[in-house]
């Protein structure tokens, strides 16, 4: 099972812009879909970005314009960019690997990694 360990969270003001990155103990070409979700404080997990294998994209509406999801199979990394950020960005975002279609992210073939912090706050 791939290993997975995010970087990149920080505290920044509001309209300022982070890039979470996702490190991957192996080869990522094969991954059917890696994901980005988020939680914050006394609120339900929340599903804020897909790519698959073949480059397709998906965004939660919340983000939509204004986070960018990408992956780089050569370096074995997901990323997430996001910009123009909101206090309501503020959650601690994890990274998540299906490997096939029919896996969930809750099936102990998937992959999680341990999360980053962002904080969006004046």
């Known amino acids: 099972q791939v290993q997975l360990v995010e970087s990149g969270g920080d505290s920044v003001q509001p309209g300022g812009s982070l890039r979470l990155s996702c490190a991957a103990s192996?080869?990522?070409?094969?991954?059917?879909?890696m994901s980005w979700y988020r939680q914050a404080p006394g609120e339900q997990r929340e599903l804020v970005a897909t790519?698959?294998?073949?480059?397709?994209?998906n965004y939660a509406d919340s983000v939509k314009g204004r986070f960018t999801i990408s992956r780089d199979n050569a370096e074995n990394t997901m990323y997430l960019q996001m910009n123009s950020l909101k206090p309501e960005d503020t959650a601690v975002y994890y990274c998540?690997?299906?490997?096939?279609?029919?896996?969930?992210?809750?099936?102990?073939?998937?992959?999680w990694g341990r999360g980053t912090q962002v904080t969006v706050s004046s």
């Open positions: 790519v698959t294998s073949t480059g397709t994209t």
């Open positions: 192996g080869s990522i070409v094969s991954i059917y879909a």
């Open positions: 998540t690997a299906r490997p096939t279609r029919w896996v969930t992210v809750n099936s102990p073939a998937a992959s």
